[in-house]
């Protein structure tokens, strides 16, 4: 109930706008000054109240629970009773998890399939780049699945997947290759949610790409051309270069949502795959945290995976301020 | 100006306290959702749903109760009902699982029933003795008829084995035995001979069996005399060699004997769907299938289940209870309301009529099973099960299911013939063990909280 009352607090807790000392200003136009005054302190509060607003959600939706989660690493907890403090104990015993160290390494490998991604979607950009026929059409076609639904998506690629009849080995098929039951096998479930993951993201880069080759200034090409350079120098050094800070804004974007893949692992591979071959850490914290009720050991990796992804994105901004450059 | 804006940022902080104090500390008082309605979650399908629906009806034209009902997906269930604990919006009566019931009774959401029960003049001793001692807990030991009663059985589900009786037929098999069971050898011989290829297009379109290691193992392990732990449940006993042989033989059906569909068949079609088409021999048959399965296109019928070197057939037991919230507002009506879906003649007869479970109440569900018209014939054999030979679930009175599960994780290299299943049951033992002690040890630490 206090949610009502507390957000419009600053307002009238500030002293009331009778209480301006009226002996201050008797000189010269004694009352529009103190009407300036009273609109100054008018709008201070309110511009306090604005400014509140975020700042209460950033403490009660992030600072909040992200102190309550690091306090929640460190107890005994199902979620049901209090929690109890037991020090180190949960993240000592992560250090002798198998699956905890297997669910990182699987995470780790679906980062390979950032790059193919990135390359991928920047060759697109390019061909789209041009001035070919159906080009609004293709473009649309490579963004459909950034907006379909990922559950969606997961389901239809399941489909495709199967051993038997599924889309993926008949193509296969007819190029005479006996494709693979591919999420019941070791060795190509991961190959497959990568593929898939890859799919879904390139409408996203491609857009993005296509935006920064459009927004290169043609005056650098056409120096360029005059100083001989071909297709191959034009791209190297020029486009390149150029579109570097989206490539930085997409690595550093796709490494951290790429540490959280849960969705198409969780309907793809239920269980985890075969013997856990596909399980990412997000999915082993959920199954924890959730099917075995143990919070506070779900929450401990869920710092250490915090922590994790916190340092690489900072290794990626240092790297990239040591290569940065700016031309003129 | 600093000042202000100081004194500013003060109050938003104050008020950012005072938010999330009452996010915490408020919200205790009217967990029951307010007004004189009784709040009643539980999970299902449309059947169940309209099933229940019916029968609380009465209820309320009885008693005058009115009672809100909130129901779930089945695998949504467990994730739901715990958020609505933590929210302090325990629903006034709730299914319980027989593997939550220690950690919900150990953090004092349930509420023990046992004197209000009797009381309420309700005969324990015409329920189904399995199903009232699963939600009996004694602080130490869940499943013990003299601990304190924690919930009332939902229903028993007695895992049976039935078979495709046209096929059979068709075959000219002669129809097993409804009192003796199978020898694993006999219905490994059977099995084969019903898996052909029908259509003479040069793939099978026609099993044996199609069964899933982790429902039907267990039938396998007990009736080979093996188990997964000791009787005090402290110790994981799968790397036994009556456990290992189980395991195996069950791997063979399909990797040495050919008898049910491969790994990527039962992937395009699972062979529930193919037992349905009347594609698979022999299948297991529970309460909550019959109602589907007597609109197939077959005729089928209840046999014990194949039994190992003990020569006694053996299958689980599941259950679910129905639980009262220790902080219900009305607990009386609360109670009313679990034993009238337990134990009520007329409650038990509408949700038996819908084909959802076996009657809970033992001369109810005698008549039920000596029913002229019954479909299947053997419905006696869910009675046998619940009285003479089912047990729990390994992990139904353990503290968490963690160690149980533990072992489907790597077990696919055996049901792929990669991995021996003695060679895999000794490296999965030591896992079990581990997580079984952590369970047992944070059982300890709740009952003592």
Request: glycine share 8%; aromatic share 12%.
């Amino acid at each position: 109930m206090s949610r009502i009352t507390a957000e419009p607090t600053p307002v009238p807790a500030a002293p009331a706008a009778g209480v301006v000392p009226p002996g201050d200003d008797g000189r010269s136009a004694p009352g529009a000054r103190a009407a300036m005054r009273r609109l100054h302190r008018t709008e201070h509060r309110w511009a306090a109240a604005f400014v509140a607003a975020p700042v209460l959600g950033f403490l009660v939706f992030t600072l909040y629970p992200l102190g309550y989660a690091l306090y929640a690493s460190l107890t005994r907890w199902n979620g049901l009773t209090a929690p109890q403090f037991i020090g180190l104990d949960n993240y000592t015993a992560l250090l002798g998890d198998e699956y905890f160290l297997k669910t990182l390494w699987n995470t780790a490998f679906y980062m390979i399939g950032i790059p193919i991604g990135l390359v991928l979607a920047l060759l697109l950009a390019i061909a789209l780049n041009r001035k070919i026929p159906g080009q609004t059409a293709f473009r649309t076609i490579y963004y459909v699945p950034v907006i379909s639904s990922l559950a969606a998506i997961a389901i239809v690629w399941q489909f495709a997947y199967n051993g038997d009849f599924g889309l993926v080995n008949q193509v296969l098929a007819w190029f005479g290759i006996d494709g693979p039951d591919w999420l019941q096998n070791t060795a190509t479930v991961k190959p497959a949610i990568i593929i898939m993951a890859v799919w879904k993201g390139l409408g996203y880069s491609m857009l993005l790409y296509l935006a920064a080759i459009q927004s290169v200034p043609r005056s650098l090409y056409e120096a360029a051309s005059l100083d001989g350079a071909n297709g191959y120098h034009r791209f190297r050094w020029i486009t390149l270069p150029m579109v570097r800070p989206v490539t930085f804004f997409l690595v550093v974007t796709n490494v951290i949502a790429g540490s959280q893949i849960f969705t198409e692992i969780n309907i793809m591979t239920p269980t985890g795959g075969p013997e856990f071959s596909s399980a990412s850490i997000v999915y082993y914290i959920v199954r924890k945290a959730f099917k075995y009720q143990q919070m506070g050991y779900a929450t401990a990796m869920a710092v250490v995976l915090g922590l994790i992804v916190f340092v690489v994105t900072l290794i990626q901004f240092r790297l990239n301020r040591r290569n940065s450059f700016s031309i003129d | 100006m600093t000042t202000k804006t100081l004194r500013a940022t003060a109050l938003a902080l104050a008020g950012a306290l005072a938010l999330t104090a009452c996010g915490t500390g408020g919200g205790g008082d009217d967990s029951s959702g307010g007004g004189d309605a009784l709040t009643f979650m539980f999970r299902g399908g449309p059947d169940e749903k309209a099933a229940y629906q019916a029968a609380i009806d009465k209820f309320t034209e009885d008693t005058g109760v009115e009672v809100r009902m909130t129901v779930t997906d089945a695998d949504q269930y467990a994730t739901k009902l715990q958020a609505a604990v933590s929210g302090n919006k325990v629903p006034d009566v709730f299914y319980i699982e027989q593997a939550n019931l220690q950690s919900y009774v150990g953090s004092g959401v349930l509420l023990d029933i046992t004197d209000q029960v009797e009381e309420a003049g309700v005969d324990l001793d015409d329920l189904w003795e399995y199903g009232v001692d699963s939600y009996r807990f004694d602080g130490t030991l869940q499943g013990t008829p003299e601990g304190r009663l924690y919930g009332l059985p939902k229903d028993v589900g007695p895992f049976a084995f039935g078979y495709n009786k046209t096929m059979l037929e068709a075959a000219g098999i002669p129809l097993p035995d409804p009192d003796v069971p199978l020898t694993f050898d006999e219905f490994r011989d059977i099995a084969k001979q019903l898996t052909v290829d029908t259509d003479g297009d040069g793939a099978l379109d026609q099993w044996g069996t199609g069964l899933n290691v982790q429902w039907n193992l267990q039938s396998m392990v007990w009736s080979n005399g093996g188990d997964w732990t000791n009787e005090d449940r402290t110790e994981v006993t799968v790397d036994t060699p009556e456990f290992a042989e189980a395991l195996q033989y069950f791997a063979d059906l399909t990797n040495v004997d050919g008898v049910t569909p491969s790994a990527s068949e039962a992937a395009t079609l699972d062979t529930y769907q193919r037992w349905m088409a009347g594609e698979i021999g022999f299948f297991p048959v529970g309460p909550w299938d019959v109602s589907v399965y007597n609109d197939l296109d077959f005729e089928y019928d209840l046999i014990p289940w194949p039994a190992g070197s003990t020569g006694e057939s053996a299958t689980w037991i599941g259950s679910l209870g129905i639980g009262v919230s220790a902080t219900s507002a009305d607990p009386d009506a609360a109670v009313q309301l679990a034993t009238y879906l337990s134990a009520d003649p007329d409650a038990q007869q509408t949700l038996v009529d819908a084909n959802i479970q076996i009657p809970n109440l033992i001369d109810v569900a005698q008549e039920w099973a000596s029913a002229p018209d019954a479909q299947p014939a053997n419905r006696q054999e869910f009675l046998d099960i619940v009285q003479d030979y089912g047990r729990a679930m390994p992990a139904s009175f353990t503290y968490g299911a963690e160690w149980y599960d533990e072992l489907w994780v790597n077990i696919q290299p055996v049901l792929d013939g990669k991995q021996t299943a003695a060679d895999y049951l000794a490296e999965a033992q030591p896992k079990m063990q581990a997580l079984l002690d952590e369970s047992n040890a944070n059982a300890e630490m709740a009952g003592g909280a």
